[in-house]
């Protein structure tokens, strides 16, 4: 574990949490939300929107690329009229992921854009963990685009034209069985949001599920680029080059998944009740519907009642043995559960299939004192062994190690030293105070 310069977290642990909490919106489905309607011409109206480092970045990187941006509170206007640019800030663009979704937006307005190195978290992998690029590159090029990859990981993608085209997207994962892979979510978006612009109608086979996804195909269809799924499960996009018919929609987020889960997670392991509100349940409900299994089979609730979910801080009283897959529980909820599976009584195991070397807070959590092995994409957890060793340093290497490692020593009884808070920003309003206003003892080192 190395420290950064960026101030610790002091965590004081073993204080029980109360209160209630907003949920809002989801960040992954932002993201392609934003990207889809700067596809269009209608003005987009998007509420619910995550106060977080994606939106700030991702509406200002819309702003100077020529769209009119307002934002009042939770609700964001997008007008992609003026929306001309062909290149991005690289000082913008290396601080988040999502800028690579704006590529198709771009292109289709002015058939050459330059995108620099993204950002966000260090997941990938290859060796040096940097996310890989080489799925857009692919799709982009069966629509008809030219793509240079830089060496460093930079597109610069040109286009006349976009023609529709079909698509197994099992050609993008690692296990085209089991449909799972890093790269597979991402294809799936690029070539969503290609096709709202191609001539023709796209067929994308076995398509990524996931609310990232089918938020995205909710919003392409009310703007006038019909998109469906057939009773085989493909998906079928109406390309529209003019935009769809312009007239004014709006978007209501769904709720953030991993939010809830991060919650869940926070009262589980200091034996809290906490009260989440503004939910969307029945989209809630279904696009966390594994996790939601999961903690079921765990001896946990996380059924959404109406708009609100009651987290009664019950422990878990059964080990799982869980699979992460582009078709199960999102590869952010592992290290949640994995901490999960520090409370309960017997042996968990948990395989990842998407990120298979994102494990960077095993060695952190069993400083801690769980106990935990990884041998190659495999953990094994036994249980009765939770987060307990105070007058620890430990460190998150990316959003929701930092995250797992911040709830873990609260469960610690005594002090713990917390590095890595940096990246909390790209994935929670603001997680630290929220923590503080439930009762947890959370201060930033002077």
């Known amino acids: 574990m190395s420290a950064n310069s960026t101030p610790a977290l002091l965590v004081q642990g073993g204080h029980e949490l109360h209160g209630e909490l907003r949920v809002p919106g989801f960040k992954h489905a932002f993201v392609?939300?934003?990207?889809?309607?700067?596809?269009?011409?209608?003005?987009?109206?998007?509420?619910?929107?995550?106060?977080?480092?994606?939106?700030?970045?991702?509406?200002?990187?819309?702003?100077?690329?020529?769209?009119?941006?307002?934002?009042?509170?939770?609700?964001?206007?997008?007008?992609?009229?003026?929306?001309?640019?062909?290149?991005l800030d690289p000082q913008l663009v290396e601080r988040i992921h999502g800028a690579v979704y704006l590529l198709p937006a771009l292109l289709a307005r002015s058939g050459r854009v330059h995108l620099p190195v993204s950002g966000g978290c260090q997941i990938g992998d290859e060796g040096s963990g940097i996310r890989p690029v080489r799925q857009y590159a692919e799709v982009l090029q069966r629509f008809g685009a030219e793509v240079t990859v830089g060496p460093d990981g930079s597109l610069t993608v040109r286009a006349d034209q976009l023609t529709a085209c079909e698509l197994d997207l099992r050609d993008w994962t690692a296990d085209r069985k089991l449909r799972t892979?890093?790269?597979?979510?991402?294809?799936?978006?690029?070539?969503?949001?290609?096709?709202?612009?191609?001539?023709?109608?796209?067929?994308?086979?076995?398509?990524?599920?996931?609310?990232?996804?089918?938020?995205?195909?909710?919003?392409?269809?009310?703007?006038?680029?019909?998109a469906h799924y057939t009773p085989e499960g493909d998906l079928l996009i109406e390309g529209r080059p003019d935009g769809g018919h312009g007239r004014p929609v709006q978007h209501m987020l769904v709720s953030d998944l991993i939010t809830v889960v991060t919650w869940a997670t926070a009262a589980a392991l200091t034996r809290s009740t906490i009260r989440l509100t503004?939910?969307?349940?029945?989209?809630?409900?279904?696009?966390?519907?594994?996790?939601?299994?999961?903690?079921?089979?765990?001896?946990?609730?996380?059924?959404?009642?109406?708009?609100?979910?009651?987290?009664?801080?019950?422990?878990?009283?059964?080990?799982?043995?869980?699979?992460?897959?582009?078709?199960?529980?999102?590869?952010?909820?592992?290290?949640?559960?994995?901490l999960l599976a520090t409370l309960a009584p017997g042996v968990s195991h948990l395989r990842e299939t998407v990120w298979r070397r994102r494990f960077t807070h095993v060695p952190e959590l069993r400083r801690l004192g769980a106990d935990i092995e990884v041998t190659e994409a495999r953990a094994r957890i036994r249980g009765g062994c939770p987060p307990n060793r105070p007058d620890q340093s430990v460190a998150g290497g990316d959003l929701r190690a930092a995250a797992a490692l911040l709830l873990a020593?609260?469960?610690?009884?005594?002090?713990v030293r917390v590095h890595g808070a940096e990246h909390l920003v790209r994935g929670y309003e603001d997680l630290v105070t929220d923590l503080v206003k439930l009762g947890a003892h959370v201060r930033s080192e002077p």
């Open 32 to 87: 392609t939300v934003l990207a889809g309607a700067l596809t269009g011409r209608s003005t987009v109206t998007i509420d619910n929107c995550p106060a977080i480092e994606e939106t700030r970045v991702l509406l200002t990187l819309a702003q100077a690329l020529g769209a009119q941006v307002r934002r009042n509170g939770r609700t964001v206007l997008v007008d992609p009229a003026g929306l001309t640019g062909q290149s």
């Open 181 to 226: 892979g890093p790269l597979y979510s991402g294809a799936t978006k690029m070539a969503i949001l290609t096709a709202a612009s191609a001539r023709g109608t796209t067929r994308l086979r076995h398509p990524y599920p996931k609310p990232d996804v089918t938020e995205l195909v909710r919003l392409l269809d009310a703007t006038g680029r019909p």
């Open 278 to 338: 503004g939910l969307t349940p029945n989209r809630l409900a279904a696009g966390l519907a594994p996790e939601i299994a999961v903690a079921r089979d765990m001896g946990l609730d996380w059924q959404p009642a109406a708009d609100t979910l009651v987290l009664t801080g019950e422990p878990p009283n059964a080990p799982v043995d869980v699979t992460v897959a582009s078709h199960g529980i999102y590869s952010d909820s592992q290290p949640f559960f994995m």
């Open 409 to 415: 020593a609260l469960a610690v009884p005594g002090q």
